[in-house]
């Protein structure tokens, strides 16, 4: 069976993370759309709706068996309704589709049940408790956590911590009165560290020495992450090793926040923020309050850089300096405060391939098609 996860045009809608990749990739709670798939669907094939110049790395499909809405956040159950509709069926809500079984449409199906679907970037942020509550239950029933040791305080109640194989911790404090604490395989929390659920910790990802954690936070797979934060999502590969606040972001792929990186969250007169609108290319009055910053891949900070409320960073820039940088940092840009420059493609190229080989990745074809579109595009 081939399945296909649709972008439905809002490529744009969550930039900067999907300037290089589809939404189905996005990680929120524990897992990817994708992931979801491939979990509830072994043997399937699957593809990408999304735009042309992420095809290299993200297969298209002439022919598609299941479509599903790339913005719903599945769980088992859902997926498990989508594979029974017959040829020509779509599931529908109110005011979203869901799924489509072949590519005509003969008869639309109500779903009255709980659908968690996001429609703005910082939704993944926001409704990130939702997610994690949903995979943490697909992942773990009938299934039993590995031992913690007497070293750690588990404060609430014990059956929602679940510790998978190879997990290091060690003289830490988790707290599940406020939700679930996932540990992937692979993963270490180090001595001091400080953790309120809902969390997830990816496979091989680490929380450094004394940090403190808020939930809804995800840490992605291969992430290191120290210093104090507060609901952000991490996607895979990213890095804020040092002391430093960050809260109410989202964090691509292949990111670094130089140490004692800080974010600010809260607008000191509390109204609601503002924020760069990839759609209108224009900063857009929001109906949110808190909103750090959101950052695509490959993207970096030096030490002691401040970002202000509702910063948007695109892929590969590189900010540094002791001023506050705009609102909106193009991709490839260099400098901090008002002074930027552009970042020589080729020179990003041979930044991001010798952080990826670090973590023994291979810098594709794909990668670099992506790379050269994005720094020929105005959109970004």
Request: a negative charge.
């Amino acid at each position: 069976m081939k399945i296909v996860l649709c972008d439905n045009g809002l490529h744009l809608r969550f930039a900067p993370l999907t300037l290089t990749r589809p939404l189905g990739t996005i990680r929120m709670g524990i897992l990817t759309n994708e992931e979801r798939v491939r979990i509830a669907f072994p043997d399937a094939e699957v593809y990408y709706q999304t735009e042309k110049y992420l095809t290299k790395k993200f297969p298209e499909t002439s022919h598609g068996d299941l479509f599903l809405n790339a913005a719903v956040i599945f769980n088992d159950e859902l997926l498990a309704i989508c594979e029974v509709l017959e040829d020509g069926q779509e599931l529908i809500t109110d005011e979203d589709w869901i799924a489509r079984k072949g590519e005509t449409i003969k008869e639309q199906i109500k779903y009255f049940g709980e659908t968690l679907i996001i429609h703005y970037r910082w939704e993944i942020f926001q409704r990130n408790g939702e997610a994690i509550i949903n995979d943490y239950k697909w992942l773990t029933t009938n299934r039993t956590s590995n031992p913690i040791s007497s070293t750690n305080t588990i404060i609430g109640d014990k059956n929602l911590l679940f510790i998978e194989e190879g997990v290091s911790i060690e003289a830490s404090i988790l707290n599940t009165n406020s939700g679930p604490i996932y540990l992937g395989k692979n993963s270490e929390v180090m001595e001091g560290s400080v953790i309120r659920g809902p969390f997830a910790l990816g496979d091989d990802a680490c929380v450094k020495l004394a940090t403190k954690i808020y939930g809804p936070t995800t840490i992605g797979p291969h992430c290191r992450v120290g210093g104090e934060v507060n609901n952000v999502v991490f996607q895979s590969y990213s890095n804020k090793g040092h002391d430093g606040f960050l809260g109410n972001s989202i964090l691509g792929e292949w990111c670094n926040l130089g140490a004692d990186t800080n974010s600010s969250n809260l607008k000191n007169n509390y109204s609601n923020v503002a924020t760069y609108s990839y759609e209108s290319k224009t900063i857009d009055k929001t109906e949110i309050q808190f909103m750090g910053v959101v950052m695509g891949d490959h993207s970096k900070t030096g030490i002691n850089t401040m970002l202000n409320t509702a910063t948007t960073v695109g892929v590969c820039a590189n900010i540094f300096g002791a001023e506050f940088p705009k609102k909106f940092i193009p991709s490839f840009s260099w400098g901090g405060g008002n002074s930027f420059e552009t970042f020589d493609k080729d020179k990003a190229v041979e930044v991001a391939k010798a952080m990826m080989e670090r973590r023994h990745i291979e810098f594709t074809e794909g990668d670099q098609a992506i790379f050269d579109y994005l720094f020929t595009t105005k959109e970004v």
